[in-house]
């Protein structure tokens, strides 16, 4: 495997992924500053709880495009150059799978923590007066990064069995729109939408009183019960996509 992500990531170098990664994490954070930008005492008071219920619908819409074009660059260097047979010769076709979502989890990976990053730095210059625990760290680095991969996967699926890109792309951005369009309604339809396991995986949950119009952001239990559900999808779509990637004449 080392082998394999070693060849993967040479060839992966010239394509510039660290461009759409950064732009991304830019992005969110710029959106974030100018979210907070005119955040009074009070609101400060919840602004990492604040930022932690945000992000996941942002992700909701712009993940999966970024996915898609993460993918798409990996995964197109092959069809253009129609080396997948020469390739075989030298490495199993399972390995050229796993290689590929190995890396891309990586690259998602890294825009997971950059997002985290972005939001300490935002608190640090907006005076949050709220903790900011390793408890929220870590449901949200995970949970995010695991739709992340999710999406991923279900993606190079896509990217490897069309030459043509434009299908994961467009993937990408019907999967960016469900995932917004899923936020307005409850729970049980949110979860036939991959995208919408970004906010359906949030620890944090916001209740908005109609009288005073002020906003509240708590904590709620991990929603283990919805990783499951993902894990278990994910798993069965890995196991599928890998054999018919193997199996299928190139």
Known sequence: ??????????????RRL???????VAMQGLWLAWAVRGMDMQ?????????LYQLPMINAIVMPVAAAVLVSRLCDM?????????????????????????LSGA??????????????????????SDALTMGDVLCYLGGQFLISLFLALLLQALSLRYKNQFIPLAAGLILGFLGLM???????????????YYGLLSNVRMVWDRDTRVV????????????????AT??????WARRDFVNREV
């Open 43 to 51: 609101e400060a008071a919840q602004g990492y709880l604040g930022c």
């Open 78 to 102: 092959e069809h253009r150059g129609d080396t997948f047979k020469q390739l075989f010769t030298m490495q199993p076709a399972c390995g050229l799978f796993d290689a590929k979502l190995v």
């Open 1 to 14: 495997m080392r082998l394999w992500l070693s060849v993967e990531w040479k060839k992966a170098r010239r």
């Open 107 to 128: 690259w998602l990976l890294a825009a997971v923590a950059g997002q985290l990053a972005a939001i300490r730095l935002v608190g640090a210059w907006k005076g949050f």
């Open 182 to 196: 899923s936020m307005f309604f409850p729970p049980a339809v949110m979860r036939i939408s991959p995208a919408a």
């Open 234 to 239: 994910m798993a069965a779509l890995y196991l």
């Open 216 to 231: 509240t952001y708590f904590r709620r239990p991990f929603p283990w019960d919805d990783l499951g559900l993902l894990a």
């Open 18 to 24: 660290w461009l759409p990664v950064a732009a991304l």
